[in-house]
């Protein structure tokens, strides 16, 4: 059975760091491109990084570009977004999803993570 | 990037069939086949129904189809139901852009 379980959601000041986990686990990560997804809340769906599958190549939204850093760990089959100088527009739901064919089959539970003083 | 222009909500009654659009450009929907549509329910985390355009993975029911046309994708729900109630959300993976997200109601 497939399991994609997340950590790491808080509520965290203006400014400040955070890093989300999400632990794979039923499919064979370290083939796969993982994807970090986010939806503030009554909004829409955004993209907002991707990894290789063996961590060579890394891409993000332009808004979180400099400030987010994602990473993996294919002998513990996790993922990472390492989130740095956090502000208001960066409160959302985040979610980990793998990559199938250009579409994400398998997601995490969500993390909220909430900017805010 | 802009997101793809959806229909903000589509209602129809039970046993009906609804069809959401979703519109792009020639650099992501028009041009690749890599188009998605997810259905969430609320407070929960997306679900996968097409992927590649008209293709349904494993477990999700024939009622959802997924079609193209030009700039335009299309998700069908035949033979509506109350449990599709939800959003549904299209997303092109060439520019990494979800929709705009569609309300469905069923009456």
């Known amino acids: 059975e497939v399991q994609v379980v997340g950590s790491g959601g808080d509520l965290v000041q203006p400014g400040g760091s955070l890093r989300l986990s999400c632990a794979d686990s039923g499919f064979t990560f370290s083939n796969s491109w993982m994807s970090w997804v986010r939806q503030a809340p009554g909004k829409g769906l955004e993209w907002v990084a991707n990894i290789k599958a063996d961590g060579s190549e890394k891409y993000y939204v332009k808004s979180v570009e400099g400030r987010f850093t994602v990473s993996r760990d294919n002998t513990k089959n996790s993922l990472y977004l390492q989130m740095n100088s956090l502000g208001a527009e960066d409160t959302a739901t985040y979610y980990c999803?793998?990559?199938?064919?250009?579409?994400?089959?398998?997601w995490g539970q969500g993390m909220l993570v909430t900017v805010s003083s | 990037q802009s997101a793809l222009t959806q229909p903000a909500s589509v209602s129809g009654s039970p046993g009906q069939s609804i069809t959401i659009s979703c519109t792009g450009t020639?650099?992501?929907?028009?041009?690749?086949?890599?188009v998605s549509w997810y259905q969430q329910h609320p407070g929960k985390a997306p679900k996968l129904m097409i992927y590649m355009v008209t293709n349904r993975p494993s477990g999700v029911s024939n009622r959802f189809s997924g079609s193209k046309s030009g700039n335009t994708a299309a998700l069908t729900i035949s033979g509506l139901q109350a449990e599709d109630e939800a959003d549904y959300s299209c997303?092109?993976?060439?520019?990494?852009?979800f929709g705009t997200g569609t309300k469905v109601t069923v009456l």
């Open positions: 997303y092109s993976h060439a520019t990494k852009v």
């Open positions: 999803g793998r990559e199938f064919y250009g579409a994400y089959d398998y």
């Open positions: 020639s650099s992501d929907i028009g041009g690749y086949n890599y």
